[in-house]
């Protein structure tokens, strides 16, 4: 199974700030790369597939970027409602699997 | 608009049975394939369980293989997961999705199982 590391697992930051999330595989996955966002006790949201390209209706403030084994997730000028879980999922390879999330929140 | 409303969740003891079914409406359901992918309390998202628009293709991840069957119903608009020989480790909400067999466009709101004795 290909493993999806994400650091930070967590981070602090203020609205308006620009923060970056990265998302490691165990082996190379292209750009079969997802990010999701969660807010506490919602399903998940698409965001970002195919490692950059914006889900519908999603912000463009959000960008992801990379491909292989290395992955970045951004989001500039951080809004109040950003402050969520987000995954990175690949899909590269059965089983599909995600990262084990990188919690957003207000400092 | 997309809607995906998953039921059949509740309290089972390990060993049971459970049936979830997830309704969809707001799109041509018999064109899409469809997953579960489910988050134990407080843990991560892990997917579960893929089947393909025509039911030709089905996948699981293999802590629920011979356990678990995907199937659905394109003229009843509907997607089902039964579960069989539930293990406490089971327990999770169970989200329904849809889109291509790796990508998630839209989810359903979950459904909560709960393995217990």
Known sequence: DIQMTQSPTSLSASVGDRVTITCRASQDTSTYLNWYQQQPGKAPKLLIFDASHLGTGVPSRFSGSGSGTDFTFTINSLQPEDFATYYCQQYDNLPYTFGQGTTLEIK | ?117
């Open chain 2, 1 to 117: 608009e997309v809607q995906l409303v998953e039921s059949g969740g509740g309290l089972v003891r390990p060993g049971g049975s459970l049936r979830l079914s997830c309704a969809a409406s707001g799109f041509t359901f018999s064109t899409y394939s469809m997953s579960w992918v489910r988050q134990a309390p407080g843990k991560g998202l892990e997917w579960v369980s893929s089947i393909s628009s025509s039911s030709g293709d089905i996948y699981y991840v293999d802590s629920v293989k011979g356990r678990f069957t995907i199937f659905r119903d394109n003229a009843k608009n509907s997607l089902y997961l039964q579960m069989n020989s539930l293990r406490v480790e089971d327990t999770a909400v169970f989200y329904c999705a849809r889109g291509t067999l790796g990508t998630w466009h839209n989810w359903g709101q979950g459904t909560l199982v709960t393995v217990s004795s």
